[in-house]
């Protein structure tokens, strides 16, 4: 049977399945099972999610360095956004700093390994900011959902997985997830300090895949706490999806991690700007370098 993807493919494949035989384990029911999840009363909620963007390659004796931005913050819904953070960084495996440059052009150094790429390397720093925002809204007593999987246990936080290239269960359990129904959540399952399930966010068409719509909620914990913070997530997360004809990943992307997105990126700047004052510090360099030579 043939299906189509909703994503346009410069997304990706959100159901690139890799089947790496290290499966969960279903331990709420036998066997895999479809649950109504009612909506219940909200709690105060907080999505958090980060943008990053590469500004300039810099090629140093022995390793290339790169120049980049990442933002970090929170949609609160009905209240806006809170925990915002952007920040430049400069990510190289040498002793080597930017200057700053008139405008407020400012770059944090951060030492990688030199075997690191520094694209890696700054896609890790964002998610260690993420993680840093959410340990901080969970104090403050938020249900937070960062978008991406657990990091460490913090609270009421769930991570919200919407791209599945895992397949976290054995192929007879995973078989059961086409069958979820709109508003349905899987059996909980477990993977090292891990709990977490499967939700379907609306209802299928026959053209789509039939892992359209569905994503995964997993949280870190005691097993039943971790069951009451899943079920009653599953209840209200699909009020979020996203729509489809504001947002290609509808409607995995939620609406309100869609609206952050667009903020943070716009906190980040032109990056022609960006790069114009790379290219400035590393010019201020050279002379300074000059200078110290002739000295």
């Not at 993807?5 to 384990?25: K, N």
């Not at 896609?123 to 937070?144: K, P």
Request: with cysteine; glycine share 12%.
């Amino acid at each position: 049977m043939i299906s189509v993807s909703e994503w346009v493919p410069s997304y990706g494949d959100p159901h690139q399945l890799e089947d790496d035989h290290d499966y969960a384990t279903v331990w709420e029911h036998p066997q895999l099972q479809a649950i109504e999840c009612t909506p219940g009363p909200r709690p105060l909620l907080a999505f958090v999610d980060g943008v990053r963007r590469g500004e300039a390659l810099l090629y140093l004796e022995k390793s290339t360095a790169l120049a980049g931005v990442l933002g970090v913050g929170a949609a609160v819904p009905g209240s806006g956004y809170a925990g915002v953070r952007v920040e430049r960084v400069f990510l190289r495996s040498q002793e080597l700093g930017l200057p700053p440059q008139p405008g407020g052009w400012n770059w944090r150094s951060l030492s990688i390994p030199l075997d690191l790429n520094p694209g890696m390397a700054l896609q890790r720093a964002m998610r260690q900011a993420e993680a840093e925002v959410g340990l901080e809204l969970s104090r403050q007593g938020y249900t937070v959902v960062l978008d991406g999987p657990m990091q460490v246990a913090s609270g009421r936080t769930l991570g919200y997985v919407k791209t599945q290239q895992r397949l976290l269960l054995p192929p007879e359990q995973a078989e059961g997830l086409q069958s979820l129904g709109p508003g349905q959540r899987s059996s909980l399952f477990g993977w090292g300090e891990k709990h977490g399930c499967y939700v379907r966010l609306g209802r299928l068409v026959g053209h789509q895949h039939p892992y359209h719509r569905l994503v995964r909620l997993e949280t870190m914990g005691e097993a039943q706490v971790s069951r009451a913070l899943l079920h009653e997530a599953a209840g209200w997360l699909p009020d979020f999806a996203g729509v489809t004809h504001l947002d290609p990943r509808a409607p995995q992307n939620l609406q309100p991690i869609a609206g952050l997105e667009k903020e943070l990126r716009r906190r980040c700047g032109d990056p022609g700007l960006a790069l114009r004052a790379v290219r400035q510090a590393v010019a201020q360099l050279h002379k300074e370098e000059r200078w110290s030579e002739s000295a």
